[in-house]
């Protein structure tokens, strides 16, 4: 058996908890990636997913944050799924990104709408492991609307129905799906109706366990980030991770895979 470690972390724009959303100095947001690699380092985590995470934006430094948690956290693979982005004068560029201890062989991003600012996606990549493919979702849905999760959730479940019929042959199990869903579990919202989805495919569970807070992370109320996981991922263990680093806390899976 092998041991797998998968974190998924919304980093809010690398801006710690600043109560300006998003805007912060070069600096500033370069300190606060630093303690998110070494937090990521003591995690030991195989697979990260990143939500809000910026490659080019003028609010926080102009510079490629995803290069630079790769760099210091020490991960050879790393993609990004970029879901607004804006030219001009006050340029930006963010969206999903995955950092991998194994080669990531193929990645495709789903962009839900055409907005330039507040627009969600979902990030596919397929991870070579052990000669086998793990497909890896990433995913963030809209925070304020309801119906709008609702129809991201169906571009997803639709994504993934084209996916299984292509590529099942070459997946070492279903796919792994992870990210700021920005909505509970035991709620009729797009968590829920993913679930269901996802148990007509086999007997998935859902991480972290039922009560288990991320949001926000100074004192946690609300339940908006998760790890689907498919069978064969035997003796899953789960946990929030105590930070103050974003206004979101990490989710950290670990599981066993034969």
Not at 37 to 60: F, G, K, T, Y
Not at 166 to 181: F, N, T, V
Not at 214 to 223: C, D, E, K, L, Q
Request: charged share 20%; net charge positive; hydrophobic share 40%.
């Amino acid at each position: 058996m092998r041991t797998i470690r998968i974190v998924t972390f919304n980093i809010a724009h690398a801006r710690g908890l600043s109560p300006i959303p998003r805007i912060c100095s070069e600096r500033k947001a370069r300190a606060n990636l630093q303690k998110i690699a070494r937090l990521l380092v003591r995690l030991n985590a195989d697979i990260v997913a990143l939500q809000e995470i910026d490659e080019n934006s003028r609010w926080n430094g102009s510079f490629n944050h995803l290069e630079v948690l790769r760099e210091q956290a020490g991960f050879p693979h790393a993609v990004f799924g970029i879901n607004n982005r804006r030219t001009g004068r006050f340029n930006f560029s963010y969206g999903n990104a995955i950092l991998s201890r194994h080669p990531i062989v193929t990645s495709e991003n789903l962009t839900f709408g055409s907005a330039k600012v507040g627009e969600k996606g979902c990030l596919f990549t397929e991870i070579d492991f052990a000669g086998r493919l793990l497909p890896f979702v990433n995913l963030h849905l809209h925070y304020g609307s309801r119906a709008r999760r609702f129809l991201q959730v169906e571009q997803v479940m639709a994504y993934l129905d084209k996916k299984h019929l292509q590529r099942r042959s070459a997946w070492r199990l279903p796919p792994i799906l992870c990210g700021d869903l920005n909505n509970p579990s035991h709620k009729p919202d797009a968590t829920a109706s993913l679930l269901e989805y996802f148990l007509r495919h086999g007997h998935y569970t859902l991480h972290p366990l039922l009560g288990a807070r991320t949001f926000p992370s100074a004192w946690p109320r609300r339940s908006l980030d998760f790890v689907f996981l498919p069978p064969d991922c035997h003796r899953p263990m789960s946990r929030v991770v105590r930070s103050l680093l974003s206004d979101h806390c990490p989710v950290l899976v670990e599981f066993s895979l034969p």
